[in-house]
């Protein structure tokens, strides 16, 4: 599986961003899919991911959603009231094992190369 990550830019506090996970390959739908970060001088960070149902970081719940298509084999994230603090490269993974650890970096086999947000305050 590869996978492409897009959507990224500059975003003005409060303002609302789509990213988007283009992946490659069959099989797509039975992948859990999941949404990490990686902030200048951090470590990579869970956000979201999604199975047979959506699981959130805390900071970011309430204001983000992951979404899929399974027909066009991508993955979404809408990013809305976006703050300073979700400045970040995010990248998009694939587990194809079928979890259980959504939330962990390790769980997942196949990363997409990144795609950067800059939140201005």
């Known amino acids: 599986v590869q996978l492409q990550a897009s959507g990224g830019g500059l975003v003005q506090a409060g303002g609302s961003l789509r990213l988007s996970c283009a992946a490659s390959?069959?099989?797509?739908?039975?992948?859990?899919m999941g949404w990490f970060r990686q902030a200048p001088g951090k470590e990579r960070e869970f956000v979201a991911a999604?199975?047979?149902?959506?699981l959130y970081a805390d900071s970011v719940k309430g204001r983000f959603t992951i979404s899929r298509d399974n027909a066009k084999n991508t993955v979404y994230l809408q990013m809305n009231s976006l703050k300073p603090e979700d400045t970040a490269v995010y990248y998009c993974?694939?587990?194809?094992?079928?979890?259980?650890?959504?939330?962990?970096?390790?769980?997942?086999?196949?990363w997409g190369q990144g795609t950067l947000v800059t939140v201005s305050s």
């Open positions: 999604i199975t047979w149902s959506t």
């Open positions: 993974a694939a587990d194809r094992d079928g979890g259980p650890w959504y939330m962990k970096a390790d769980e997942y086999e196949y």
């Open positions: 390959g069959r099989s797509f739908s039975s992948y859990a």
